[in-house]
C-alpha cells in the first residue's frame, strides 16, 4: 500500500532531550516535507526536500534540522527541544513537489514538550 | 512573501444545505496553485480540490466547487448539499508553480448539523 509513515504518533518528552521523528515512504517521490500545525495558525511548513541531498527551508525552520540521505526517508531533528516545539506535525510526500502532483500526508506525530 | 488568510475560524450548515469557506491571498506570482484540504477528527489531511492559476475555468470535484477570482486573490470553496461527514477543518493552500513551499491558511472549522 502506497503511504507516508511517520513514528511516533505520540511523543512526550523534556526540554533539552534530543529527539527524532521518522518519516518514510514508499511510492519512490522525489518531494518531502515537514509541517507543524498549531491551533489559530493552520498549517507552516518547516523544511522541504526537491530531491536527495537537496533540503531548503520552509517558513519555520528555527530549532529544526533535517536530513535527506536517501529518497525514501526524510527524518525531522529537534537537537535541543524546547515547550514552544509542542505541536502536531506532519511529514507529506509526492511525486515532483510541484502543484500537479499530489501531496500525500502522513498520519501525523503529536508532540509534547515539557 | 505570500501569504493565505481565511477569515472564518468556525462555520456551522445543516445537513443537505450548501455553505461557501473564504479564502484570499496575497502574491505576486502569476503561476501558481491552490488547494483546499480537509482534515477530519481523524487529523487525516484529505486533498479536496485543486486549481491552477492560468486556468480560468473553476475546478470542481463531485459536491464540490470552487470561485477562483484572479484580480481578487479569492478563492472560495462551495460545498454542496452538505452531509456529516463533511464536518472537518478545511484548509486553503497556495504553492508557486516551480513548487516547493506550500503555504497553508489558519483554517476553517466546519460543523454539519443533522
Known amino acids: 500500500e502506497a503511504q507516508v509513515t511517520q513514528n511516533p504518533r505520540y511523543l512526550i518528552t523534556v526540554t533539552g532531550k534530543k529527539l527524532t521523528v521518522t518519516c518514510s515512504q514508499n511510492?519512490?517521490?522525489?518531494?518531502m516535507s515537514w509541517y507543524r500545525q498549531d491551533p489559530g495558525l493552520g498549517l507552516r511548513q518547516i523544511y522541504y526536500?526537491?530531491?536527495?541531498?537537496?533540503?531548503d527551508k520552509g517558513d519555520v525552520p528555527e530549532g529544526y534540522k533535517v536530513s535527506r540521505k536517501e529518497k525514501r526517508n526524510f527524518p525531522l531533528i529537534l537537537e535541543s527541544p524546547s515547550p514552544n516545539q509542542t505541536s502536531l506535525y506532519f511529514c507529506a510526500s509526492s511525486f515532483k513537489g510541484v502543484g500537479d502532483s499530489p501531496l500525500h500526508f502522513g498520519n501525523g506525530t503529536r508532540l509534547t514538550v515539557t | 512573501a505570500q501569504t493565505v488568510t481565511q477569515s472564518q475560524p468556525e462555520m456551522s450548515v445543516q445537513e443537505a444545505e450548501t455553505v461557501t469557506l473564504s479564502c484570499t491571498y496575497d502574491t505576486s506570482e502569476n503561476n501558481y496553485y491552490l488547494f483546499w484540504y480537509k482534515q477530519p477528527p481523524s487529523r487525516q489531511m484529505i486533498l479536496v480540490i485543486r486549481?491552477?492559476?492560468?486556468?480560468?475555468q473553476n475546478a470542481t470535484e463531485n459536491r464540490f466547487s470552487v470561485n477562483f477570482q484572479k484580480a481578487a486573490k479569492s478563492f472560495s470553496l462551495k460545498i454542496s448539499d452538505s452531509q456529516l461527514g463533511d464536518t472537518a477543518m478545511y484548509f486553503c493552500a497556495f504553492m508557486k508553480r516551480q513548487g516547493g513551499k506550500l503555504i497553508f491558511g489558519q483554517g476553517t472549522e466546519l460543523s454539519v448539523k443533522p
Open positions: 486549481q491552477e492559476a492560468y486556468k480560468q
Open positions: 511510492m519512490n517521490h522525489e518531494y
Open positions: 526536500s526537491m530531491n536527495v541531498e537537496v533540503t
